[in-house]
Each structure stands twice: as structure tokens, then as C-alpha cells.
């Protein structure tokens, strides 16, 4: 039973037995008059009714802490509960606000030391990808190509044939490892990387345009990080969930930075509780105090809009993985066999 029933109730026992003992032959040596009793209930009734307005009055801000208790979202920061008034409520309600603070605070810190690490595991895995599986494909395609030369015409084709799959598989290779890291984004800058990804996406089922302003202020490594992974999630999610069959990248001026929006003419988005993908888009945004919202366009599909200040406001302590240089890729049509070196910079294995 609520609170509020539960007070009242008892304090409607209380003022019931008071007028019952008051009207009883116990406490009146009388017979009560019609028109007392009259009078007597009227006050009693009126009292309960301003009983109620009471407690209804002074257990408001107690419900509004409720609600906010069970519907407060970390990744969603900003959400308080006012603080009206003095008393014991009032500085539960402050308490409560105050622990969701450090609590935002820590999140934040943890999230960019766990973003943080995850980016540097892409670049390992991309390094490895690169370096040492796709090299040695490389290499058999070499030896294929050597091996079919020289085979008879029968076995020529097939291992032409084999060939052919083996390149697949290279050029599949290499494009899991741009995908992880994403080379362009350091060498060209986040209007070509976001180019990049448009046509990456693109494909028969799917037309995905690109709007890019030309004036965008300047920003810095980690907010075009954090742009340019947003910009991938909303496009998968789109090539996978969606069923869409166009899709645009937006990025523009926006008073105090810039907003990036990528939208879809698909299904839209569901009532189902947010999935991995867009919580993980919502740390990346806390990351540098940018603001997402996922929700259906007005057209229908989805919308993916992230508004991102300049300059990007860092929680504390946040660790953000520093700039490496792009690998040089490695050419099939080499004579010699590759040698393997490894990237300036790169940071050595976990």
C-alpha cells in the first residue's frame, strides 16, 4: 500500500474514534442532538478531506523522487529531481542529486578508460589484420599466380579459380581492418572519412547520400572520433535492421558546435529496450558532452542526431587513445616477397 494511504488511513481511524467517543453516552451524559451529529460528521469529513490535501501537498516531492529514482538513466545525464523548500524530504532530495553527480562523473570516467581501451584493441587486431594475415595472403596469391603459370591448362583454371578466391578474401580482410581503424579519418580528416563511409555503405539495396557544410569549425581528434563511430553504428544499424532503401549523412554548424544526423527510410525505430549498439553510442557521446537522441523521423525511418560542443567538454580522467599512423599497404604485384615492419608509433601488444 502507498505511503499516502497508509497515513491517511490511520489518521482517519484516529479522527473516527475521536467523533464516535465524542457522540457516546461514555463521554456525553446528553443525548446528542440530530443536528450536532449533523454538524459533528461535517467536520469530520472536512478534516479528512484536508488531511488528505495535506499529505497530498507535503509527499510531492517524496513522489517526484520516486519517479526519478526508477527512471534515471546514466547515459542520459541531466535529469533532476527540483529541490523545493527545507525540511528532511528537501535534503534527501539534494542528497539524491548529488550522488547521481558523482555517479554521472564516475560512469564517464570509466566509460572513457573502457572507449578508450577498445580503440586501441581495433588498432591491434587492424595491425594484426593487416601485418600478418594480410600479408600471407598476399604471399599464397603470389605463389598461386606463379603455380597456375606454370600448371597445365586444366589445373591453370582452377587454381586461377583459387586465386581469385583468395583475393576476395584479402580485399575482405582489408576492409574489416579499415573498419576497425580507420586510417582515412587521421590522413584526410573527418569530412573524407565520413565520404568514405557513405560510399563504403552504399551499395544495390542501400543509396546513402552525404551533406557536409564546408564551414565546419574546428575540431578536435577525439570529437571526430566520436563522430565518425556514431556515423558507423547509425549506418549499420540501418544496413542491418532498417530494411531502408536510402539513408544520408549530415553533419553542420550548429550554435556552440556542430550536429551530426544520420536518418533512414526504413521501419524506424521500435517500443524494445535500446539495444547494445545505441548505449554504446550514448557513452561515446558523453565522452566529450555531446548530446544524442535516437527516434523516428517525421517521414518515417529513423534519425540519429548528435549535437557535439565546441570546444568538447571531457569528463575527468578520461583516457583517450593517442594518434598512430596509418599502415603503408602492401601491393600484390610485388616481385620480391613482402617484408613486415611495423607502423611508426604503434604502441606495442597488450
Known amino acids: 500500500m502507498p505511503l499516502f494511504w497508509r497515513i491517511f488511513l490511520l489518521n482517519a481511524v484516529v479522527l473516527i474514534m475521536a467523533t464516535a467517543l465524542l457522540l457516546g453516552p461514555v463521554t456525553v451524559s446528553t443525548p446528542v442532538l440530530l443536528t450536532e451529529a449533523a454538524v459533528l460528521t461535517v467536520g469530520l469529513a472536512a478534516m479528512l478531506v484536508a488531511n488528505a490535501l495535506l499529505l497530498r501537498v507535503g509527499l510531492a516531492p517524496l513522489q517526484r523522487l520516486t519517479r526519478a529514482m526508477t527512471t534515471t538513466d546514466l547515459l542520459r545525464p541531466g535529469h533532476r529531481p527540483a529541490v523545493g523548500g527545507r525540511g528532511e524530504i528537501a535534503e534527501l532530495i539534494a542528497t539524491f542529486n548529488t550522488m547521481l553527480d558523482r555517479l554521472e562523473d564516475e560512469r564517464a570516467t570509466s566509460s572513457a578508460r573502457v572507449?578508450?581501451?577498445?580503440?586501441?584493441?581495433?588498432?591491434?587486431?587492424?595491425?594484426?589484420?593487416?601485418d600478418e594475415v594480410g600479408q600471407s595472403l598476399t604471399a599464397v596469391l603470389l605463389q598461386l599466380k606463379r603455380a597456375a603459370d606454370h600448371a597445365p591448362p586444366g589445373l591453370g583454371e582452377e587454381l586461377r579459380q583459387v586465386q581469385e578466391t583468395t583475393r576476395a578474401g584479402l580485399e575482405e580482410i582489408r576492409r574489416i581492418a579499415r573498419r576497425l581503424r580507420p586510417g582515412v579519418l587521421d590522413e584526410l580528416g573527418l569530412a573524407s572519412a565520413l565520404k568514405a563511409l557513405a560510399t563504403e555503405f552504399g551499395g544495390p539495396g542501400l543509396s546513402v547520400r552525404h551533406r557536409l557544410d564546408g564551414d565546419l569549425p574546428?575540431?578536435?581528434?577525439?570529437?571526430?572520433?566520436?563522430?565518425?563511430?556514431?556515423?558507423?553504428?547509425?549506418?549499420?544499424?540501418?544496413?542491418?535492421?532498417?530494411?531502408?532503401?536510402r539513408a544520408e549523412i549530415a553533419l553542420r554548424r550548429a550554435p556552440g558546435g556542430v550536429e551530426l544526423r544520420v536518418r533512414d527510410d526504413g521501419r524506424g525505430i521500435g517500443v524494445a529496450p535500446e539495444g547494445a549498439g545505441i548505449r554504446g553510442m550514448r557513452e561515446r557521446a558523453l565522452l566529450v558532452g555531446a548530446r544524442l537522441t535516437v527516434d523516428r523521423a517525421a517521414d518515417g525511418g529513423t534519425e540519429v542526431r548528435l549535437a557535439v560542443p565546441v570546444p568538447a567538454r571531457f569528463p575527468a580522467h578520461a583516457l583517450v587513445p593517442a594518434r598512430e599512423a596509418a599502415p603503408v599497404p602492401v601491393r600484390e604485384s610485388a616481385p620480391v616477397p613482402v617484408r613486415k615492419s611495423a607502423p611508426a608509433h604503434a604502441p606495442p601488444p597488450p
Open 115 to 130: 572507449l578508450s581501451a577498445q580503440e586501441s584493441e581495433r588498432r591491434r587486431v587492424a595491425r594484426e589484420l593487416h
Open 218 to 245: 574546428e575540431l578536435d581528434r577525439e570529437s571526430e572520433l566520436v563522430i565518425y563511430r556514431i556515423a558507423q553504428e547509425g549506418l549499420t544499424n540501418t544496413a542491418r535492421h532498417a530494411r531502408a532503401r
